[in-house]
């Protein structure tokens, strides 16, 4: 089955500093890449999502790369702010299936 | 309701005890999956629905984890005689297509086996 590795498990960076978060998978037949923000005690949450027929998507703050060949893709954050601090997983989906990477937790540092 | 709903929020239950959890997906989401999610891991695939039909059980860890859907809206995990490696946080999550679009998670069941 697929495999999702992220990385790295944990950044802090200075509040307007950027983030960035880096996954790979394993199966090439994976064509749908979303990144979800979950906070303490709640449920994940979608911000962002790109299809293998895209290579980058940009929605205000929030940049998701993908590159096929290498099957990696990466989740840019700019202009960090303290509401950003959460913990972020990306995922790879393919038939009925979601694979989730083990997460980062990110803190946006005041 | 606008979300999905999760019930009960936390469950403690004694080792071999029997337990079941609830979701209330949105209305109309033909889709629903369960997931597993053991402290700092990311949520791992159990079962996935699609109306009724249970398509995909292939994440079930034992035969003492089932999942119904019996009339295409609210699911129901149940696990059988809990044991301490049980104890995790199930989420449930429901999409309007397939699993190629967006997941709305519920805030998940905290469950503890002692």
């Known amino acids: 089955g697929e495999n999702v590795e992220q990385h790295p498990s944990t950044l802090s960076v200075q509040e307007g500093d950027s983030a960035v978060i880096k996954c790979t998978y394993s199966d090439s037949a994976s064509n749908y890449f979303p990144w979800y923000k979950q906070e303490l005690g709640k449920g994940p949450q979608l911000i962002i999502d790109?299809?293998?027929?895209?290579g980058e998507k940009k929605d205000q703050r929030i940049a998701v790369t993908l590159n096929k060949t290498a099957k990696h893709f990466s989740l840019h954050i700019t202009e960090t702010q303290p509401e950003d601090s959460a913990v972020y997983f990306c995922?790879?989906?393919?038939?009925?299936?979601?694979?989730f990477g083990t997460g980062t937790s990110l803190t946006v540092i005041p | 309701g606008a979300g999905v709903s999760q019930s009960p929020r936390y469950k403690v239950a004694k080792r071999g005890q029997d337990v079941a959890l609830r979701c209330d997906p949105i209305s109309g989401h033909v889709s629903l999956f369960w997931y597993q999610q053991a402290l700092g891991q990311g949520p791992e695939f159990l079962t996935y629905?699609?109306?009724?039909?249970?398509?995909?059980k292939s994440g079930l860890p034992s035969d003492r984890f089932f999942a119904e859907r019996p009339e295409g809206s609210v699911s129901t995990l149940k696990i059988q005689r809990t044991q301490q490696e049980d104890s995790a946080v199930y989420l449930c999550?429901?999409?309007?297509?397939?699993?190629?679009?967006?997941?709305?998670f519920g805030e998940g069941s905290r469950l503890t086996v002692l």
């Open positions: 999550a429901s999409a309007s297509g397939g699993a190629t679009g967006e997941l709305f």
């Open positions: 995922a790879a989906s393919i038939v009925n299936q979601f694979y």
């Open positions: 629905f699609q109306n009724e039909a249970q398509l995909d």
């Open positions: 790109i299809r293998s027929n895209v």
